[in-house]
């Protein structure tokens, strides 16, 4: 069966959307808010259908964070498995939404639990995506003490993604916390080494550092406008870039 192709206005063709746990959550108290799911999937569906091959990232903040378990006595390396844990549960919600707008997925996680996802396996992982199939990564990197940012350096790295577009709820980086400074100044665009100068908050050390050695930008922007992930595909001006 022959396969979609990519339009060719299309700048990024294969890419690594990492979203937080914290995304799910919406303006409510429930850890998954059933609306906010349903407008995320429908930009991943936008994009899907124009042929981008998507694989997801997700976290686990929205239900248990292992740093903030620490806070409470949870031992650090449990509690990082009880956020792994967490993303697996996101995950599912996110095949289960997709999969009832007719975009087929496969959910692949880092811990094996064979009866509810596919262990990752790169090749896999590839063949999906030559396949039409979003894939949703799951527990992290199956190991403590890394984040979820990671999991998501790593996995562009390893399927050789175009690129990483982070979803927050902030519309780019800035050079200081735009919450709190009214003259705050976001950048369009960022040199690896002049975030790493400035210690700018764009993703934690180890993953940027990932980014950094195997030349994978970073597109950070805010979930919030209604196609932000499609205008980011086609090249728009969006968000803040992070490159070499």
Known sequence: MPTKSVAPSIKYKRI?????GEVLRGKGTEPIDAVTLERMCEQVKEIHDLGVQVCVVIGGGN?????????RGVDRTTGDYMGMLATVINGLAIMDCLEKMGVKTRVQSAIPMNQIAEPFIMRRAMRHLEKKRVVIFVAGTGNPYFSTD?????????????IIMKATKVDGIYDKDPKKHADAV????LSFVDALRQRLNVMDSTAFSLCLDNNVPILVFNLDDAHAIRKAVMGEKIGTLVSN
């Open 63 to 71: 239900i248990f964070r292992g740093l903030q378990g620490a806070k």
């Open 16 to 20: 690594v959307l990492k979203l937080s």
């Open 150 to 162: 990671t999991t998501a350096a790593l996995r562009a790295s390893e399927l050789h993604a175009d």
């Open 186 to 189: 976001k950048y369009e665009e």
